[in-house]
């Protein structure tokens, strides 16, 4: 059973314009919950997090909001850039555990 | 900055053949990780150790061992290479409570 799900597995953008990534999660034990990029043929590079007792995170052109009763967060880009094409992953992980749960991967495509 | 290293970028393997996949990290990390990643699977945990000589067993270790002698050093064994295990192998570490850092990926391909 998933407990980490990225269920659009591509998402295309023009350059300037926001990028939205969307991940939910099942285990309401989970508490703290990362965005991971990875580009091909290199390993996944930590982009930004949140932990539970926030809903909203800043990190430059980098965005992730948490919303803790519908189990779902979001990665916001803006404005999108032709570097960003990635996969990017979402993961989550619960206090006690070091093991990171990772959802499936999303193909995001800024074109220029 | 903290480095994962793995022994190699890209290896071609004969079924039947073992596989040795070797990960070092520099900064002293108590969790080290080895992961898969297929195209629509994600990433998924095939072991991770949190201490020297201690294993535990991720969703989908069937068809690999590994081996922690050494705190810096984790190692993967494929005792019998099959097609099935091409895949690319990720290694990671991470400090308590911290994020996780991974090496720049070993693409198998088993024939």
């Known amino acids: 059973d998933q407990q980490v799900k990225q269920n659009s597995p591509s998402l295309s953008v023009q350059e300037g314009r926001i990028s939205i990534l969307n991940c939910d999660y099942t285990?309401?034990?989970?508490?703290?919950f990362l965005w991971y990029k990875k580009y091909p043929a290199e390993g996944p590079t930590f982009l930004i997090s949140?932990?539970?007792?926030?809903d909203k995170n800043e990190d430059g052109r980098f965005t992730v909001f948490l919303n803790k009763s519908a189990k779902h967060l979001s990665l916001h880009i803006v404005p999108s850039q032709p570097g960003d094409s990635a996969v990017y992953f979402c993961?989550?992980?619960?206090?006690?555990?070091?093991?990171?749960?990772f959802g499936k991967g999303m193909k995001l495509t800024v074109n220029p | 900055d903290v480095k994962v290293t793995q022994s190699s970028r890209y290896l071609v393997k004969r079924t039947g053949e073992k596989v040795f996949l070797e990960c070092v990290q520099d900064m002293d990390h108590e969790n080290m990780f080895w992961y898969r990643q297929d195209p629509g699977l994600g990433l998924r945990l095939i072991y991770f150790?949190?201490?020297?000589?201690?294993?535990e067993k991720g969703d989908i270790p069937e068809g690999y061992s590994v081996s922690r002698e050494k705190k810096e050093r984790f190692s993967q064994i494929l005792e019998s290479a099959s097609t099935n295990q091409t895949s690319m192998y990720l290694c990671?570490?991470?400090?308590?409570?911290?994020?996780?850092?991974f090496g720049s990926g070993t693409q198998l391909s088993v024939l």
């Open positions: 993961a989550a992980c619960q206090g006690g555990s070091e093991k990171l749960v």
């Open positions: 285990n309401s034990m989970f508490d703290y």
């Open positions: 949140i932990s539970s007792i926030k």
């Open positions: 150790s949190y201490d020297v000589k201690m294993k």
């Open positions: 990671a570490s991470k400090a308590q409570n911290e994020k996780l850092f």
